[in-house]
């Protein structure tokens, strides 16, 4: 033991000093172990801080030491730091910085402007350099719109990466499980905590007889099929019993057994916690305010509609009781209460409120028998005799002797009711209704409709002359009443009489107030406007009446006579229109289609003298007139008279030498087949007239007739030397090069017009069509989209474009083309054949309509209405429709002018021309 100590050291078992580091004396740095530096940890762990790094701490002199480095230095502002950072901070120091930083903001100012304009104009850089995603797909985003359902359906799903086992799941086989299993299921479930009574007299299970059950026992074995059986049976049973045994025929009625359980259930749709919110707060108001009726009305309906018809009505007699001075109370009680109680509750609201119309007026609905109401409408006047309302119900159920009577009562206890007046007066006979107006305009002198009712009945009786004094007597006892005249209620009024059949009062009303309230300047321009006014509402009197005061004033206008004319061929007769334009020419002489019209309508009634003696009148009022030379070259024509036309037309053109009247007879020979005749008119008159581009285009077109298609190509190009801004003669001639194969200089030929004339949608829809013809679409579109940029307000180019786009694109083109051009007849006829094609007839009609409205002269409209209603209208309607266009004279249009003008045609008339037209018209697609 004791050499063992002797070895030992003496440190061992002590603790360490302070500050020993093992190993250090050696050189031993020592090593780290898990339990030193912790477990390992993910690179987002937070530390736990055991051994934290110790943070150095820099020294006061550290701090206040300046960075000299040359890299902490510039040249015009120095060191970074502050060099003055040791020196205190006084008053001064902080009046400079104030200073300071005051310039530097005025020096911002200065420059903001031009700042932030670099800026905005550096970022709309970077935006067009760097367009978002977004903005680069923009384009593409907007052409979704015209992608149709077809091309949407046709875009194939995304494919599903799903195994062919999850992707084609078999279905779940129920089998339903046979009855005896279920027996047998219920006989080893079935267990027994008892012995019955009967189990122990009979001893046990067994049976007491042989062979035979016990009594009250039953089969383990349960027959579940003949159980299925029995419950069948047992519904053929009942089914029976509900059955008619003679028909066979059901007595249940399926509909009125769901009409009764949709009975039971509550009509309103709302959530049920509103109803609740709504309930509870009526309520809170009709305890608050028990005497206020609309609570009561309000509580009422809300039951009413939640289905619960009785408590609506225990309301609303409670209400009654609250509020018995409140009329629609008791009104609301009467409709929720059955008819015989309604009545009770109508009569104690009677009693309650003896002076309210409405009560009685509802007391006299509920009694169905018309004496019965009689007499309430007699009890409640004897109550309330000053009430209009009442009178009138109550002489509504008279006879004509009663009510005569009635009325005398009434108008004595409501001297003020003009209707109770004016009724009692058509009751009356001719002189006790004067003297009923009378007393009338005493008791009522600032009304008009007394006044107008005695001039109706004065002209009613044959006393024309004295309308006139009456009108005028009314103006004036009413400017004396200090009654403004009211120009418009005037005019309607006017309307009425004219509607009631009182015509002579109509007009001198009509000329009574026409000019009150008129600044002189501005009459004219009034006048026609009401007129057109009155014409719209179908009151021609009236507007007669307009135009003739207007004529009375202006006598020496020709656009009023002109106007009146118009309106009279349009809404009168025959005679009304020849008397008008006889006064018209004695007026306005000079006027040449006055003369003209009253020409035409003597020949269209095959009065062709008469015609003849206005033309030679016409013509000594204005000679050498080329409108009357022409329309009397036209009256002889139409009237096969040819050999006196062609006298007049030399006659014309030895007195009046025109270019029309040079081509007219140029024409006149042509149709009648003198071919050598024409040439040789045509060849006199492009000496004299070389600028009128119809004598060249007839030209080429009868040495087109001839075959001579040099010679017509010759005077198609001298033609264009001397009228290059002639439209029609530029597609001619490109028609014809195409007619003889040559594409190529027909496109030539309609580039070299559209250089000469630029910005000329005629030019440019040839074009179109040229390409369309030759099967080149795609250069078609092409044209198509230059001249849309050329001509972009151009309704036929619209019109073309619309059927040159895809189906699916073709309501989209029509709604920019809408957008663009909303008032051309080319787009709305476009419009309409599309809708035709579509197969929306009512919307096609009315759009066809429409285009009638907005230009009666479309001649293309009519020939399509007309081909639309051989096939959707009826014989009556197209009858109708011929008629209308015949009025119209519709003379312009690309499909019309290809009938019309054509020579074979000449002498065709309208109602010819418009079945011709339409036929050679294709049903749209």
């Not at 054949?833 to 066809?848: P, Y």
Request: hydrophobic letters at 35%; charged letters at 30%; glycine letters at 4%.
């Amino acid at each position: 033991m004791s050499v063992i100590s002797k070895k030992k050291k003496s440190f061992i078992g002590l603790p360490a000093p302070l500050g020993y580091v093992p190993g250090l004396g050696r050189g031993a740095t020592g090593f780290t172990t898990r339990s030193d530096i912790g477990p390992a940890r993910e690179a987002g762990d937070l530390s736990d801080d055991r051994h934290p790094t110790p943070i150095k701490k820099k020294d006061d002199d550290e701090d206040d030491e300046e960075d000299l480095n040359d890299a902490n230095y510039d040249e015009f502002s120095g060191y970074g730091g502050s060099i003055c950072s040791k020196d205190p901070y006084d008053k001064d120091d902080e009046e400079a910085d104030a200073i300071y930083e005051s310039v530097d903001k005025r020096m911002d100012e200065k420059r903001k402007e031009r700042r932030e304009k670099r800026l905005k104009d550096e970022l709309e850089q970077y935006r067009q350099e760097r367009p978002k995603i977004q903005q680069q797909f923009s384009d593409l985003k907007r052409k979704l719109s015209e992608v149709s359902s077809e091309e949407w359906s046709a875009i194939p799903e995304v494919g599903d990466a799903r195994n062919k086992k999850k992707r084609n799941p078999k279905k779940e086989k129920f089998i339903p499980v046979p009855d005896n299993f279920l027996a047998k299921a219920a006989a080893s479930t079935e267990t027994n905590t008892s012995i019955d009574g009967r189990e122990q007299r009979f001893g046990g299970l067994a049976s007491a007889l042989p062979g035979a059950a016990t009594p009250g026992t039953q089969s383990s074995d349960i027959d579940m099929k003949k159980i299925g059986q029995a419950r069948n049976t047992l519904m053929d049973i009942k089914l029976t019993q509900v059955s008619d045994s003679v028909s066979g025929q059901t007595v249940v009625d399926p509909k009125g057994y769901l009409t009764d359980l949709q009975s039971m259930l509550p009509t309103h749709g709302g959530d049920i916690n509103d109803v609740k919110k709504a309930r509870l707060l009526l309520k809170s108001v009709r305890e608050t305010n028990p005497k206020h009726p609309p609570a009561w009305i309000a509580s009422a309906r809300l039951e009413e509609v939640t289905g619960k018809l009785q408590a609506a009505r225990n309301l609303i007699m409670k209400g009654c009781e609250e509020c018995p001075k409140a009329e629609d109370v008791w009104l609301e009680a009467a409709r929720l209460m059955p008819q015989d109680q309604a009545k009770a509750v109508i009569a104690q609201g009677v009693r309650q409120i003896a002076q309210s119309v409405k009560v009685w007026i509802k007391a006299a609905e509920l009694e169905p028998e018309m004496k019965a109401k009689k007499r309430v409408f007699r009890k409640a006047l004897e109550q309330i005799p000053n009430s209009v309302r009442l009178w009138k119900a109550a002489v509504e159920l008279e006879e004509e002797e009663d009510a005569r009577i009635m009325l005398s009562r009434a108008v004595e206890c409501c001297p003020t009711s003009v209707e109770l007046w004016l009724a009692l007066a058509r009751l009356e006979s001719y002189e006790n209704g004067r003297k009923v107006l009378n007393k009338a305009r005493e008791n009522i002198p600032t009304d008009r409709q007394v006044w107008i009712t005695a001039a109706k009945l004065e002209e009613a009786h044959g006393n024309t002359h004295m309308v006139e004094k009456i009108v005028e007597r009314a103006l004036a006892s009413l400017r004396a009443n200090m009654v403004e005249i009211n120009r418009e209620q005037w005019i309607k009024d006017g309307e009425d009489c004219e509607k009631a059949g009182s015509i002579m009062t109509c007009q001198e009303i009509i000329g009574a107030v026409i000019g009150i309230g008129i600044e002189d300047e501005d009459r004219k321009h009034t006048w026609m406007e009401d007129a057109e006014t009155c014409a719209s509402n179908d009151a021609t009197e009236c507007a007669r009446a307009i135009y003739a005061h207007a004529l009375s004033v202006f006598p020496n206008k020709k656009g009023i006579w002109l106007q009146a004319a118009y309106f009279e061929k349009d809404r009168g007769t025959r005679e009304s229109l020849e008397n008008l334009l006889q006064k018209a020419v004695a007026h306005c002489p000079k006027a040449e289609v006055l003369w003209l019209m009253g020409a035409k309508s003597k020949w269209l009634a095959d009065d062709v003298p008469a015609a003849r003696s206005i033309l030679a009148l016409a013509f000594q009022a204005n000679p050498n007139s080329e409108e009357i030379w022409l329309a009397a070259v036209k009256l002889e024509s139409e009237n096969n008279e040819y050999e006196r036309a062609r006298r007049l037309l030399e006659k014309a053109r030895s007195s009046a030498p025109t270019a029309r009247v040079m081509m007219k007879s140029a024409k006149l020979e042509w149709c009648l087949g003198d071919i050598k005749r024409s040439k040789k008119l045509l060849e006199e008159s492009v000496k004299h007239y070389p600028d009128f581009a119809k004598l060249w285009i007839m030209k080429g077109q009868i040495e087109e007739q001839l075959q001579n298609n040099e010679a017509a190509k010759d005077a198609y190009n001298q033609g264009l030397k001397k009228c290059p801004t002639a439209i029609p003669l530029w597609i001619i001639l490109s028609r014809f090069e195409e007619g003889m194969g040559q594409i190529t200089r027909a496109r030539s030929i309609l580039e070299k017009a559209r250089l000469k004339n630029p910005r000329c949608p005629e030019l440019w829809l040839e074009s179109v069509r040229i390409e369309n013809r030759a099967n080149l679409q795609n250069i078609a579109q092409t044209l198509m989209a230059r001249a849309m940029q050329d001509c972009p307000n151009s309704g036929i180019l619209w019109a073309e474009a619309i059927f040159m786009e895809p189906r699916p694109q073709r309501k989209t083109k029509s709604v920019d083309a809408l957008k663009k051009c909303e008032h051309d007849p080319h787009v709305l006829l476009a419009v309409s054949k599309l809708f035709w094609s579509e197969r929306k007839l009512n919307k096609a009609r009315e759009w066809l309509h429409r285009t009638i409205k907005l230009d009666q002269d479309f001649g293309d409209a009519w020939a399509y209405l007309y081909k639309f209603d051989q096939s959707q209208g009826t014989q009556e309607s197209q009858t109708e429709l011929i008629r209308k266009c015949v009025n119209a004279e519709p003379h312009h249009g690309e499909k019309w002018c290809h009938v019309s003008k054509a020579i074979k045609h000449w002498r065709l008339k309208t109602d010819a021309i418009l079945p011709m037209v339409a036929a050679n018209l294709p049903v749209p697609t």
